[in-house]
């Protein structure tokens, strides 16, 4: 019986360009042509990884268990993208993308794909990663393409030819990434790596054309452009999301100082208004000197910032609750004194109610308001007003019940 070849996933799938970049609104046409080709390319990963899940299976223990991290991770970024297509085809609803639509569809395309959801997309080596949806595609390409080759589905020697070609485009791409690393020793490693690879690239490219079989080598090839690619992608992912958290965190420090000002302000306000007046002490935020560009150094510095937003929220509450109770004393001075204007008192009782009255508004115009004093005056006006204009209930008397007459009984 002939043995029929087996159907490998073709490899030269790539993920298509996305129109467009961020904060330009996507028209309905190019998001048609993306959309569907997205589609297309969604669902061949799809098909891709779930024959590298197949061959998985058949590898031994140690070859699973070194396989099965990476997959895990493909999987997770095809996750994501999955999802956001669906958020993609739900606003181009067809075609029906007016000016808003237009500009959600630029957002969902090149803003981070974490940025909507509770779990972050994630590598073993990086943790927590926020990409937009062209990196991660790029990426899953990357991993898509390491995993065959680790899983020994990549097309055989007869196709050695098209797999050079698709491990030079990779090259290409990755030569493009080295620019956007930062010049020093970041750069001058992935540069050396890259040099590595061309070399092995010129030396693979000299053995086939002497008609070598190649077959063994291109696998470890395949899968070095790849790593380097993906780490690449993710670096450049983790500088955007630094840089992004180093912007956010500047406007945060920019926020606090404008509310520890504020705070200030309230503080004295707070000090000339009362006594005893509360004390706390109002951070600085300057003090905490400038924003760090370190990832851990930023992160400490956040928590630095969290505490000191925590000790304004503190001294804010307190400063407004001193204030707001001498407007209470104030208040319930006017509120009882009009309450006894329009009663009718006796001359007694107007006489103390004046006298009360005088005592309450010479310790209201002291400064700073002795609240304590004023308080318990406060309190005593209002008990006295309530007292003389509250109408007074005599308990009701019960009539008395008629006595039986006596009867006299006979003398003997």
């Known amino acids: 019986m002939t043995a029929v070849p087996?159907?490998?996933?073709?490899?030269?799938v790539v993920a298509p360009a996305a129109p467009g970049r961020l904060g330009v609104p996507v028209q309905a046409p190019e998001a048609q042509t993306y959309l569907n080709a997205l589609r297309e390319w969604v669902a061949q990963r799809r098909a891709d990884l779930g024959e590298v899940d197949r061959a998985v299976l058949r590898l031994s223990q140690a070859e699973q268990v070194a396989i099965t991290n990476d997959?895990?991770?493909?999987?997770?970024?095809?996750?994501?993208?999955?999802?956001?297509?669906?958020?993609?085809?739900?606003?181009?609803?067809?075609g029906r993308v007016g000016p808003v639509e237009a500009e959600r569809l630029s957002t969902l395309i090149h803003g981070r794909l974490d940025s909507n959801t509770t779990e972050h997309l994630s590598l073993p080596s990086s943790g927590s990663l926020a990409v937009s949806l062209p990196e991660a595609c790029r990426l899953l390409d990357s991993l898509t393409r390491t995993l065959q080759a680790r899983a020994s589905l990549a097309p055989g020697a007869a196709e050695a030819s098209q797999r050079i070609t698709l491990v030079r485009a990779g090259i290409?791409?990755?030569r493009d990434q080295i620019p956007l690393v930062p010049a020093g020793a970041q750069r001058?490693?992935?540069?050396?790596?890259?040099?590595?690879?061309d070399r092995r690239m010129d030396d693979l490219v000299e053995r086939?054309?002497?008609?070598?079989?190649?077959?063994?080598?291109?696998?470890?090839?395949?899968?070095?452009?790849a790593t380097l690619e993906r780490d690449l992608i993710v670096a450049a992912a983790e500088r955007a999301s630094a840089a992004r958290s180093r912007v956010r965190t500047q406007q945060q420090v920019e926020e606090l100082d404008a509310?520890?000002?504020?705070?200030?302000?309230?503080?004295?306000?707070?000090?000339?208004?009362?006594?005893p007046?509360?004390?706390?002490?109002?951070?600085?935020v300057r003090a905490l000197g400038p924003v760090p560009q370190a990832p851990a150094e930023l992160a400490a510095y956040r928590d630095k910032l969290e505490r000191v937003s925590r000790a304004l929220d503190l001294a804010h509450e307190t400063y407004a609750a001193g204030l707001a109770e001498r407007d209470e004393v104030v208040g319930l001075a006017g509120a009882v004194a009009a309450m006894a204007a329009a009663a009718r008192l006796g001359?007694?009782?107007?006489?103390?109610?004046?006298?009360?009255?005088?005592?309450?508004?010479?310790?209201?115009?002291?400064?700073?308001?002795?609240?304590?004093?004023?308080g318990a005056l406060a309190a005593a006006y209002q008990a006295y007003v309530d007292s003389v204009t509250r109408p007074v209930t005599r308990p009701a008397t019960r009539p008395a019940r008629p006595s039986a007459p006596r009867t006299q009984r006979p003398r003997p």
Do not use: M, Y
Request: charged letters at 30%; hydrophobic letters at 45%; one cysteine or more.
């Open 259 to 275: 509310r520890a000002a504020a705070i200030r302000a309230l503080e004295r306000a707070c000090l000339e208004a009362i006594s």
């Open 188 to 197: 001058d490693a992935a540069s050396e790596k890259l040099a590595r690879l």
């Open 71 to 94: 997959l895990t991770v493909a999987l997770t970024f095809w996750k994501a993208v999955s999802d956001r297509l669906t958020l993609l085809e739900t606003t181009f609803d067809g």
């Open 172 to 174: 290409e791409r990755t």
């Open 208 to 225: 086939a054309r002497r008609g070598a079989d190649v077959g063994g080598i291109i696998g470890p090839l395949e899968i070095d452009v």
């Open 347 to 374: 001359a007694e009782a107007q006489a103390d109610v004046a006298e009360l009255r005088a005592r309450l508004d010479e310790t209201l115009a002291t400064k700073p308001l002795p609240i304590g004093r004023a």
């Open 277 to 284: 007046a509360p004390r706390l002490a109002i951070p600085n």
């Open 6 to 12: 087996q159907q490998h996933p073709d490899p030269g």
